[in-house]
C-alpha cells in the first residue's frame, strides 16, 4: 500500500477534526512501522508534575503521543526500573543532575533533547533549566514526531536568539480586529475575567509550540480603557491562561490615557503629575499582573497623541513609561512608525529623521520597535534604513502577519521569503554580513535586549487565522523569532508536513506553491519597486489611480508617479535623498541606475518607459510581462494543488488514487486559490488599464488587453471590505 493511501486511511477516521482549528498540532497517526519504533523508544516517561508549567508539558507529550501513536506511554512522576525518557530540570529531576552544566549553558529558555546512556540503556532526555525549557523541549520533540524524524542518535541544543518574541494583536474592545481577516477577536471582554475560554488555552499551546513568548493584547491605535480597572482585571484573567505556556502579556498603552482616565489637564512626560499617574498606573498593573511584560506604543503617529504634542521627543515619551515600569522589569516597545501630517518629506524618510537622532537617548529597557520596511509592509520594500543607523539602541523587528496588503485571507501568500529577505538583508552597518537578522539578534551591536514582534493574523474563524495557509504565517513568525537565521523554505516543509502529511509527494508540492506565492503576489500587485498601489482606506485590491484626499502619502499617484514618460519614485540625490539613509555602500548601489536590484528599481528611481532591463525589454514591456507572470503563477499553484487533490490515475485501469487531502480543508483552499486567481488578474487588467492611459504605449505581443475600460475598474467599490481602520 503506497504511504498516501495509509495516510488516507490513517487521517480518514479524523475527517471531522479536519476543520484546521488543530493548526499544526494535529497529531494524527504516523505509519504503523514508525508508531512501532517510536512506541519502543518512547515506553515509559518520568516527568514531574508539580508545576502547571510541568502539568502543561505532561498533559501535550500525553496528547501528542496518544494521537500520533495510538496510545500514551505510561507516565510516571518519580524514576522507574525501565524508564526510555526523562523530562525536568536539574531541579525537578535527579535524573538530571549529571547534565546540570550543559543544560544551564543553554539559558533560562533553552532545551536539549538528547540520547544519554542511564544503567545501561538509551535514554532520550528532554531538559531545560526551566520548566518553560522542557516545554518547549517537548514541541520539538512532538516535531519531530510528526515529520517522521529518526530519534536514534538525537542531540539537539536550542536557545532562543531572541529575547522578546511576541504577537501584537490588532484587536479593539469592542471585538473588530485592525486589519484583521479571520473574524472577530478572540478575546471575549464581555465573558472575560470570569469565564476563560478554552480556546485561550489552546492559542498558548500554539504559541509555547513555536517559543512565542508575549502577547499585546490590544490594538495599536490604543484606547485608554485598556488601562481601565475592569479590563486590567479581564487582562490578568488572559495573563493566567497564558503563563504556564510562558507567555507574557503586554497591553498598548495611549499616550493620553492619564488624561482620559486620570483626568489630569495634560499627558506632558515631563510633568509630575503625569509621572507620577504612569506610576501609580504601572503599579496597579503589577498588582493584578505581577509578570506583566510592559507597554508598545504608537505615538504622533496617524493621528495618536504623542510627546510631540507638548514640544517633546519620542526619547522623553518613551522614557517616562520605562522609568514607571523598570522596578517591576517591564519593558516599553515604542514604535518608529511614525510620519506626521504637517512634514511634507517623503514618508520613507520620516521614521529615520526622526528616531536615528535620537540614538542613545531611550533608557536601557526602550527597545525601539521597527517596521521591515520604511513605508508599511508592502509585498517587497527594501529594509527600513533605521536598522543600522542606530548602534546604541536595541531595535525590534515588526512584521505583519496578517496581510492587509497580500491579499487578506484569501490569498495563498507564505510570507516566510518575504522575512527571510529582510533578515537576510546586509546593513554594512559594521562591515560586509552585517545582517538585519544579526542587528535582531543583537550580535551586531551586543545588545541583550532583543526583539521581534509580527501583527496577528488571528481571530476567532474556526481556522484561527481566515484561512488553512496563513497559519504557516503564524507559524514561521514563531520559528524565525527563535532564530532568524533560519530558512523558510525548511519551516515551510515542517509546517507542511504538520498541517497536511509528512509524505513527501505531498510536502513537496506544497513548499513549492508556498515558496512560489510571495512572488507571485509582488508580480501581480507591485511587481520591480512599486509600492503602495491598494485602494483606499479598506486597502482591498488594486487603486494605482488613487489621488486626492487629506494627504498626498495616502494616495498611489504620490508612490508610482507615473507620467508619459516614465514611472518610479526617485530616491537618489536628485529625488527625496532617501538613499542617504542607507550604508554608503548601499547608497551607491541603490542609487545607481545600473547597479540597483531590479525588484527594487522603482522604489529608488524613475525611471523611463522605454529604459531597458536585464532582459533585453523595455521598462514598460517587462511590468506588463510581470504582471502577467504572477496571473500565471497562480495558476501554477492552481494546478500543483489539483495534483494533491484529483491524483492522476498511476497506472492503467486502476482507480485513481484518493486524495491525500482531507476534503474539508482542500475545498475551502481550492475555492480560496480560485478568488486569488480571479483577483490577481484583476491587479493585472486594472494596473494596465490604468498605466496605459498614462503613457498610451502598446502592449507587447501576446498580452491580452484588459477585458474592461479603466473606467470599469475605477468604479468598483467594496464599502464593506473587512478589517478597516476605524
Ligand atoms: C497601517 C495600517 C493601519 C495601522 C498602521 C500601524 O493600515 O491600520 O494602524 O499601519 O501600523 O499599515 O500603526
Do not use: C
Not at 625 to 645: A, D, F, I, N, P
Amino acid at each position: 500500500m503506497s504511504s498516501v493511501v495509509i495516510a488516507l486511511l490513517l487521517f480518514m477516521g479524523n475527517a471531522h477534526a479536519e476543520d484546521g482549528y488543530a493548526l499544526w498540532m494535529r497529531y494524527v497517526p504516523v505509519e504503523p512501522a514508525l508508531a512501532a519504533t517510536y512506541r519502543a523508544q518512547l515506553s515509559d516517561i518520568v516527568a514531574p508534575d508539580a508545576t502547571p508549567t510541568q502539568r502543561a508539558a505532561r498533559a501535550e507529550l500525553e496528547r501528542g503521543l496518544a494521537g500520533l501513536l495510538g496510545t500514551a506511554p505510561p507516565m510516571h512522576a518519580e524514576a522507574t526500573q525501565q524508564y526510555a525518557v526523562v523530562l525536568g530540570t536539574p531541579a525537578s529531576s535527579p535524573l538530571l543532575a549529571p547534565l546540570h552544566s550543559e543544560i544551564a549553558s543553554l539559558g533560562p529558555e533553552g532545551y536539549l533533547l538528547k540520547r544519554v546512556q542511564r544503567d545501561g540503556r538509551s535514554v532520550l532526555v528532554v531538559a531545560g533549566q526551566r520548566d518553560i525549557g522542557v516545554l518547549y523541549g517537548v514541541f520539538h520533540l512532538l516535531r519531530l514526531l510528526q515529520t517522521g524524524a529518526s530519534l536514534d542518535a538525537l542531540d539537539v541544543h536550542e536557545s532562543p536568539r531572541v529575547h522578546l518574541r511576541v504577537l501584537d494583536h490588532w484587536d479593539n474592545l469592542d471585538g473588530h480586529v485592525e486589519r484583521g481577516y479571520a473574524g472577530r477577536s478572540l478575546w471575549d471582554w464581555q465573558s472575560l475575567p470570569e469565564w476563560k475560554d478554552p480556546r485561550y488555552t489552546d492559542y498558548a499551546r500554539a504559541n509555547a509550540s513555536l517559543g512565542i513568548n508575549g502577547t499585546v493584547l490590544n490594538n495599536v491605535n490604543a484606547s485608554a480603557w485598556s488601562l481601565a480597572p475592569a479590563y486590567l482585571d479581564k487582562a490578568a484573567a488572559l495573563a493566567e491562561v497564558f503563563r504556564p505556556y510562558g507567555i507574557r502579556l503586554y497591553l498598548s498603552a495611549r499616550f493620553s490615557a492619564p488624561i482620559e482616565l486620570g483626568g489630569l489637564k495634560t499627558a506632558d512626560p515631563l510633568d509630575p503629575g503625569v509621572q507620577r499617574w504612569w506610576r501609580d498606573k504601572v503599579n496597579e498593573i503589577y498588582a493584578r499582573i505581577p509578570d506583566f511584560g510592559g507597554f508598545l506604543v504608537k505615538a504622533n503617529s496617524e493621528g495618536q497623541p504623542g510627546p510631540q504634542d507638548y514640544g517633546r521627543s519620542h526619547a522623553d515619551g518613551a522614557n517616562l513609561l520605562a522609568d514607571a515600569l523598570a522596578p517591576h522589569g517591564g519593558v516599553v516597545m515604542w514604535r518608529a512608525f511614525v510620519y506626521a501630517h504637517d512634514v511634507p518629506a517623503d514618508r520613507a524618510t520620516q521614521a529615520f529623521t526622526e528616531f536615528a537622532g535620537l540614538d542613545g537617548a531611550f533608557r536601557p529597557n526602550v527597545i525601539v520597535q521597527v517596521k521591515n520596511g520604511p513605508i508599511d509592509f508592502q509585498p517587497r520594500e527594501p529594509f527600513h534604513g533605521l536598522f543600522g543607523a542606530m548602534p546604541r539602541t536595541p531595535l525590534m523587528m515588526e512584521f505583519q502577519l496578517t496581510k492587509e496588503y497580500l491579499g487578506f485571507n484569501t490569498h495563498l501568500v507564505y510570507l516566510g521569503p518575504l522575512f527571510e529577505e529582510v533578515l537576510r538583508s546586509d546593513t554594512h552597518a559594521r562591515g560586509k554580513g552585517s545582517t538585519v537578522a544579526k542587528l535582531v539578534d543583537g550580535s551586531l551591536e551586543g545588545h541583550t535586549l532583543t526583539g521581534m514582534a509580527g501583527v496577528a493574523n488571528i481571530g476567532n474563524d474556526r481556522t484561527w487565522t481566515g484561512s488553512h495557509f496563513d497559519q504557516a504565517n503564524w507559524y514561521a513568525f514563531g520559528r524565525l523569532a527563535w532564530n532568524p537565521h533560519q530558512s523558510a523554505r525548511d519551516i515551510a516543509a515542517d509546517w507542511a508536513a504538520m498541517t497536511f502529511s509528512p509524505d513527501p509527494t505531498v510536502v513537496q508540492p506544497i513548499v513549492a506553491m508556498m515558496m512560489a506565492s510571495r512572488e507571485a503576489a509582488v508580480n501581480y500587485m507591485t511587481p520591480l519597486g512599486l509600492h503602495h498601489l491598494m485602494a483606499r482606506g479598506h486597502h482591498y485590491g488594486p487603486g494605482p489611480w488613487v489621488d486626492g484626499g487629506p494627504r498626498p502619502d495616502w494616495t498611489s499617484v504620490y508612490y508610482h508617479r507615473a507620467d508619459r514618460n516614465g514611472i518610479g519614485f526617485d530616491r537618489n540625490a536628485s529625488g527625496s535623498n532617501a538613499v542617504a539613509q542607507y550604508a554608503p555602500e548601499l547608497a551607491a548601489q541603490y542609487g545607481d541606475l545600473t547597479k540597483v536590484p531590479e525588484p527594487l528599481l522603482l522604489w529608488f528611481h524613475h525611471v523611463p518607459w522605454n529604459h531597458r532591463m536585464a532582459s533585453g525589454r523595455t521598462l514598460w514591456d517587462e511590468l506588463v510581462t510581470r504582471y502577467s507572470l504572477g496571473v500565471k503563477q497562480v495558476q501554477e499553484m492552481q494546478r500543483q494543488w489539483s495534483t494533491l487533490t484529483d491524483p492522476p490515475e498511476v497506472e492503467r485501469g486502476s482507480a485513481p488514487l484518493p486524495s491525500p487531502i482531507d476534503p474539508q480543508r482542500s475545498a475551502q483552499i481550492t475555492a480560496f486559490l480560485r478568488i486569488q486567481r480571479r483577483e490577481a488578474q484583476w491587479w493585472r487588467d486594472a494596473s494596465i488599464a490604468y498605466f496605459q492611459s498614462i503613457n498610451d504605449l502598446p502592449l507587447p505581443a501576446g498580452e491580452a488587453p484588459p477585458p474592461h475600460p479603466l473606467a470599469y475598474y475605477k468604479s468598483l467599490q467594496f464599502p464593506s471590505a473587512p478589517g478597516d481602520g476605524r
